[in-house]
């Protein structure tokens, strides 16, 4: 986390537990791996999906799934239904 957003962060009227959700939301978004194309994948690979939001590894799919793929990580989905950060767009 940079300076001036901790310093946003420090302005905010958050709880502990809250503060604590969104300072993990930054060291996720810093260490969150390279995205993989699965477009680009051999036919019949798994499909791989990331978290809209820090860019984490969600959940790996056969590329047959008939189910929704998760667009958010826990920890995400935690600030997402406390209202500190948006809902993600669904394709």
Known sequence: MDEEARRDLERCNLTRVERR???????????????IDNSALPAGSPMI????????????????????????????????NHMLMPPPKLE
């Open 49 to 80: 999906y990331f978290c809209h939001h820090c860019g984490i590894h969600t959940e790996t799919l056969p590329e047959t799934h008939l189910e929704r793929p998760k667009t958010c990580c826990d920890g995400c989905r935690y600030l997402v």
């Open 21 to 35: 959700a969104v300072e993990a939301y930054w060291k996720r978004r810093a260490s969150a791996p390279e995205r």
